[in-house]
Antibody
Framework: EVQLVESGGGLVQPGRSLRLSCAAS????????MHWVRQAPGKGLEWVSG????????GYADSVKGRFTISRDNAKNSLYLQMNSLRAEDTALYYC??????????????WGQGTLVTVSS | SYELTQPLSVSVALGQTARITCGGN??????VHWYQQKPGQAPVLVIY???NRPSGIPERFSGSNSGNTATLTISRAQAGDEADYYC???????FGGGTKLTVL
C-alpha cells in the first residue's frame, strides 16, 4: 500500500523558514517523480514544485520560485521542501504527491494527508 | 500561461448524470486528469489521461476530451459523490479552479 506522510508544518512568522518532509513507503521511491501541491484555506489546488526520480529535472510555480527548494533522498525514501522568506500567502495545507511516471511530469496518482503551514505574526 | 476554466458548482439529482466541464484552449490536444476531493480529505485521482479509471474507481465515472472542453461524467450520481472536482493538465497553471458537485 502506497503511503505518503508529510511532516514539518506549523506556525511561522513572515520572513522565516520551514522545512517540510514527506516519508514514502509502499512503492519503489526512486522510480518516480514527486511533487508538492498546496491548498490555501477554502481555496483550490496549486502545484508548488516537482522533482524527477534522480533530481535531474526540477520545477517550481512562479509564486515560490527563488524562495522554495525541493529535494529528495532516495536512500531514505524521502521528499523535502525547504521554504524560505515565507509570506502570509504561503499559508496552506501542503500535500506530498506521487507522480505517475519516473521523469515526465504527468499526473498525481497518490497523495498524502498534508501538513499545515501557517504564516502569521 | 495556460488556463483551465471550470464551473464553480454543478447540481445533479440523485441517480441522474452529472457533467463537469474543464475548458482550455485546444485542451483536446492535452492529457486531462481529474481529482475528487471530499471535505477534510486529500484529493483522489478518478480519471487519468482523459478517460482512464484507476483501479477502485467505479465505472460510473468516465471522461472525455475534445476541442476546447474536457468533461468528467458521473452516472447514477450518489450522495457519496458530493465533492470538489479538479481537472489538471501538465502546464502552468496546472489545475482548474475546481467545481463543487451537489447531489440533490
Amino acid at each position: 500500500e502506497v503511503q505518503l506522510v508529510e511532516s514539518g508544518g506549523g506556525l511561522v512568522q513572515p520572513g522565516r523558514s520551514l522545512r517540510l518532509s514527506c516519508a514514502a513507503s509502499g512503492f519503489t521511491f526512486d522510480d518516480y517523480a514527486m511533487h508538492w501541491v498546496r491548498q490555501a484555506p477554502g481555496k483550490g489546488l496549486e502545484w508548488v514544485s516537482g522533482i524527477s526520480w534522480n533530481s535531474g529535472s526540477i520545477g517550481y510555480a512562479d509564486s515560490v520560485k527563488g524562495r522554495f527548494t525541493i529535494s529528495r533522498d532516495n536512500a531514505k525514501n524521502s521528499l523535502y521542501l525547504q521554504m524560505n522568506s515565507l509570506r502570509a500567502e504561503d499559508t496552506a495545507l501542503y500535500y506530498c504527491a506521487k507522480n505517475s511516471e519516473m521523469a515526465t511530469m504527468s499526473y498525481f496518482d497518490y497523495w498524502g494527508q498534508g501538513t499545515l503551514v501557517t504564516v502569521s505574526s | 500561461s495556460y488556463e483551465l476554466t471550470q464551473p464553480l458548482s454543478v447540481s445533479v439529482a440523485l441517480g441522474q448524470t452529472a457533467r463537469i466541464t474543464c475548458g482550455g484552449n485546444n485542451i483536446g490536444s492535452k492529457n486531462v486528469h481529474w481529482y475528487q476531493q471530499k471535505p477534510g480529505q486529500a484529493p483522489v485521482l478518478v480519471i487519468y489521461r482523459d478517460s482512464n479509471r484507476p483501479s477502485g474507481i467505479p465505472e460510473r465515472f468516465s471522461g472525455s476530451n475534445s476541442g476546447n472542453t474536457a468533461t468528467l461524467t458521473i452516472s447514477r450520481a450518489q450522495a457519496g459523490d458530493e465533492a470538489d472536482y479538479y481537472c489538471q493538465v501538465w502546464d502552468s497553471p496546472v489545475f482548474g479552479g475546481g467545481t463543487k458537485l451537489t447531489v440533490l
